[in-house]
């Protein structure tokens, strides 16, 4: 029977788990067993105990499993010094920031591991249900524009009292990517007026189905399309024309969301300093693209930075900040990637051997990493630094 590890998180901040009692309950009636370090569910709200009644086996954290079992299930990489007692043959999933990881690479392949990406799960139908970035951006779609609302001087709604009528706050999100359309559904549902900017045309119909106003990219240059589900570089010149189409937006906003990003590039400079100095005193900014550089200038992960009366809050770990919702969600998008290997998995497959690794399969080929010695995604070792367009 293939033998799976849950590892408590070690990455600082990282509340999540990649497998919940109630995926660990339906992954074991696929044969599949599993073990869950003591506390790995803590920080998100599953005991040992529910996930014991799950039918997982409970192992206090530690070296003893690492280089005994089949495979393991994470949320983020976990260190250097537990992936090295993996034994040959050993299957990682997880969000392991694969571009340019040549450290990484190099001690996969060492170990003869098999690492599946999930940030690079191809967006196709058949993979809708594996999707982890789209999971995880909804979450810091939402929770972006929860802290920009209790940051804010002001209402959100429009209000109307024996005072006066208090006009709506007026948001601009940068991105119609799935971050940036949660970002707005959440805060029209606040009562907030909302503008959206997309390098895509064609993001117009989902904006304005939400309820949104689109503003429509520079038409100086055929504006940026999308390719497996995500905005493509720009030019600096788009970029610089963006910018200015902008800076007026950005004058009468009191929330901005930034949330443009195109996997693998730093994401796009799309507010200059002074671009920062036209906003009021007292409106809020959210980067969710800080930890690729940020959307706006002066951001800084993890951070809440006061400029000029104008807030800014570098969101890096959004999702953590909600690990209930977030490890189930993540949880379910990892569990239907393992009935999907299960599926692939030939009949004379032996012990450790039951999640099928088939090559010419468009989701394995899409996601998997490092193999039997090799990197299977040499096309991301080195990714070009050049600059990008909004959408994520």
Known sequence: MTQLLIPRERHPGEARVAATPETVHRLVAKGLSFHVEAGAGEASGF?????ARSGAAISEPGNGLWGEVDGVLCVQQPPTELLELLRSGTLVAGMLSPYRAHGLVELLNRRQVSALALELLPRISRAQTMDVLSSQANIAGYKAVLLAAAALDRYVPMLMTAAGTIQPARALILGAGVAGLQALATARRLGAV?????????????VESLGGRFLAPPDQEPAPEEQGGYAQAASEAFLAAQREQLAEQLALADMVICTAQVPGRPAPRLISEAMLDRMRPGAVLVDL??????????TVAGQTVLRKGVILIGADALPSSVPHHASALYARNLAALLEHLLGLAGEDSGPGQALGLDLEDPIVAGCLFTHAGNCMRPDLMGVAEAPVGAGA
């Open 289 to 298: 693209a800080v930890a690729q550089g940020g959307n706006s200038a002066a």
């Open 194 to 206: 909302v503008t959206v900017s997309d390098v895509r045309p064609a993001a117009r119909e989902q």
């Open 47 to 51: 005991s040992d105990v529910d996930y």
